[in-house]
């Protein structure tokens, strides 16, 4: 019997060695199970001409050996692998406590976002930390997760003209979407707070603080606890 | 342990191998030399791997002193480099001696030259690979460019001088091109008529703020189909993607791994090492094909780079 989940599947050739593969058009919790649960399969299960693998909300980009490989040939292969999402085992998430100072000059655009939503910052905050958080995926810079579950009350645009420099740790909301910034980079995420906590380190296993499929809590610090935990 | 000094470091100079693939589920994309060819041709010149460690220059190349001498090769653009005042040529290995220093300048061709050095130059790896990220500061040496003062180590295993050239008619076949082939994008039939017309008929030209990350185009803007809403997805190398204000962005060796643009085009493999070559001003067309097409230019490349003929001792 064909899964649910090979059914929702759509392949698109992204490049000369890349496929997409697609789970329905739109970012559901079943679309983001079965990518993880692909991204899982392929990693335990290696293709042999496989080289990357990008996940993302609802697709996950496969990219392979042009030489070695075809788009048709991996697609065949591919069906196999949707028809076995279904037993895919994927253990409890990890839940991650990321601790914020929330305001001031760790978080300039808390005050506006509050006004936005004419709520109070104090509100604001409470309904940030009060969240449980999904990684959907990694993307855009090492170690930037994608994180989803942001209340309604608390979705804002991005802001209209990017910051040329964001500093790294800072906690940023854009659309239905939060995350940290790993790096200073530049970016258009409305920043509500900071971590003292390093997103991306070379010198630990996995390097990244949040891995996909993990579930993610903000705790409110103080100016003080920041300075205690930076300097940790 | 030879080293080498660097007396200026050129605008833009890096360590590059051929990148670290694979981590893409981090959120961190392969970096690696933005001309893969010349990178490669260069490292069998001087009998390394070829997927050796060397330094990529930028549009202006630098100064470097060998204390205890090397075999070195240039390869890529013609940076005008000279030995101890004495002009030294591309695509051939040279010997330099103990206390020699190689001078680079601006470039007279195209965007990279590459300093490929027998033994490697030597870094600590970060997952597999000595590139350079140079915009997350990861890899290669201390994740920066290369500064005035710093010592690079030169790896072990570089055997004796060897003469080396290559073939003059390989090295034509593997020129880079400024009509970029291209296969059609995930999003390509989200771009209407006039918008392909205007992709594939006009000429686009390099941006100034174009880097390692991404090669920002100026030419007639085009647009996809309002209405239609871009879920962020997995972006390939060479992805070409089209923002709102209608000008293209070819997606280079330090892209993001994801974005949320459509992609009305990609470069293909073949051609990416062209990409490489790119400078600022420069002007480029976009030729479509299939990806049949694509799949045996890229065969007739490997074919061309595996060959024992490449390489004339």
Known sequence: MRSRAAGLARFQPASDQSLLVYFGETITPEARECVLKLLRLLESEPIRGVRNLHPAYSSLLIKFDALTLRHDELQATLRDYLGRLDSVQLPPPRLVEIPVCYGGEFGPDLQQVAELHHVTPEWAIEAHASATYTVCFLGFAPGFAYLAGLPDALATPRLGTPRRRVPAGSVGIAGHQTGVYPFSTPGGWRLIGQTPLKMFRTDRPGMCLLAIGDRVRFAPISHEQFAALESA | ?313
């Open chain 2, 1 to 313: 342990m030879s080293t080498i000094e660097v007396d200026a470091p050129g605008l833009l100079t890096t360590v590059q191998d051929l990148g670290r693939e694979g981590y893409g589920p981090m959120g961190i994309s392969p970096s690696g030399a933005a001309d893969a060819v010349s990178l490669r041709v260069g490292n069998r010149l001087v009998g390394n791997a070829e997927g050796a460690a060397a330094l990529e220059m930028t549009l202006v190349g630098g100064a470097f002193l060998f204390p205890q001498g090397a075999v070195i090769a240039l390869s890529g653009s013609d940076f005008g480099a000279t030995l101890d005042g004495a002009a030294v040529g591309l695509w051939a290995s040279v010997q330099v001696q103990p206390g020699q220093t190689l001078r680079l300048g601006a470039t007279r061709s195209g965007a990279r030259c590459y300093l490929c050095v027998a033994g490697g130059i030597a870094v600590e790896p970060l997952l597999g690979s000595a590139s350079t990220h140079v915009l997350s500061g990861l890899g290669g040496f201390e994740g920066r460019a290369l500064r005035r003062g710093d010592v690079l180590r030169i790896g072990p295993g570089a055997g004796p001088f060897q003469k080396r050239g290559i073939d003059a008619k390989a090295l034509e076949r593997l020129s880079p091109r400024k009509v970029l082939r291209v296969t059609a994008g995930p999003q390509s039939d989200w771009f209407p008529e006039p918008s392909q017309h205007a992709f594939y008929g006009g000429a686009y030209r390099v941006a100034e703020e174009s880097n390692r990350m991404g090669l920002r185009l100026d030419g007639a803007p085009i647009a996809a189909e309002s209405g239609r809403e871009m879920i962020t997805e997995g972006v390939p190398l060479g992805a070409v993607q089209v923002p709102a204000g209608g000008q293209p962005i070819i997606l280079f060796v330090e892209q993001q791994t994801t974005g949320g643009y459509p992609k009305i085009a990609n470069v293909i493999c073949a051609d990416l090492h062209s990409v490489g070559q790119l400078r600022p001003r420069d002007e480029i067309r976009f030729e479509r094909i299939e990806f049949e097409t694509a799949r045996s230019l890229l065969r007739e490349q490997e074919t061309l780079l595996a060959s024992e003929k490449l390489i004339r001792e």
